[in-house]
């Protein structure tokens, strides 16, 4: 059975440690690429292949956007978003699926609880239920959706592996990452995810920042409004308070969370650090990520230590902060 990588290939990566007792230990792997894609740092086994999870929206979107469906900056986000179900962010799927005549009962993605609290207590006490626009990629599902009506293609199967959308963003994750997929899966949301090497995910993303009008599928400007997007309205890409979004708010940087310990960051001109913690633990990932950064010599130490007490890593016992998770390397 084909899998990620394992225990002997991974390094340690973070631990977690509780009034001076080291209760867990993260191994993984890191790797960050130059614009280029040359490897500038690694630990552990950067050649290990891992499914993306949510992190695979920015290839998603590339060919999303190939066909050419023009969206305001808020929904360009929206279409990258692993939202919250917060009110705010159910308002703009629906705006969104209602720019191309759909409605929720179009969204082919799993039911979903709200994560936000605030608006997990509206459905209790409406008695209301677990709802597709309620999932985490109900936006990246909606632009699916106008994808797919821009150039004529059903819409009630888009999630098929053999549709021409998911058709076209496989040729998108081949040519950013140089790679043949060979293992797919289904995505917790219901669409395909494609496994390929760490130091490729982040290849891929470095040079999907950094294309040129040579791009096939308009890859350089769909990427260049993408970014942009992002930066500008990160709240919609997560949720305030989220690992990827403070890095945005704070560092400028481009940045995405995957599950089972996926996170990317990619600076302005195009470095790339992905990581995979190999528990699939990700409160691990975003410090271990720009940890690896910092070790590469593209961020200082300083802003990493300056957003370290917004990532969630206090440690707390008896509602007091007695330790901390930490990298160590």
Known sequence: MAGTGTVATSEELAVLVRNDFIESRHAGSVVVVDPAGQVLFSKGDPNALVFPRSAMKLFQAMGIFSTGIELSPEFTALATSSHTGSAAHVELVNELLATGGFTEADLKCATEWPVNKDMLKQVYQADGGAMPIYHCCSGKHAAMLLACKHEGW??????????????????AVEYLTGETITSTAVDGCGAPVH???????????????????????????????????????????????????????????TAKSGYEGVFIVSTPDGTTVATKI???????APIVALQALVRAGVLEQSKVDALIPRLHTDVYGGGKVVGQLQTTF
């Open 278 to 284: 190999l528990d699939g633990n990700l409160r691990t």
């Open 154 to 171: 059903p819409t009630e199967n888009y999630l098929d592996r053999d549709h021409p959308l998911q058709v076209r963003i496989l040729e």
């Open 195 to 253: 496994a390929m090497p760490l130091v490729k995910l982040a290849s891929g993303v470095a040079k999907m920042l950094t294309a040129d009008d040579s791009a096939p599928m308009g890859i350089k400007d769909s990427a260049q409004k993408l970014a942009s997007s992002m930066l500008a309205h990160p709240w919609i890409v997560g949720d305030h308070g989220e690992p990827d979004v403070i890095i945005m708010e704070e560092l400028g940087f």
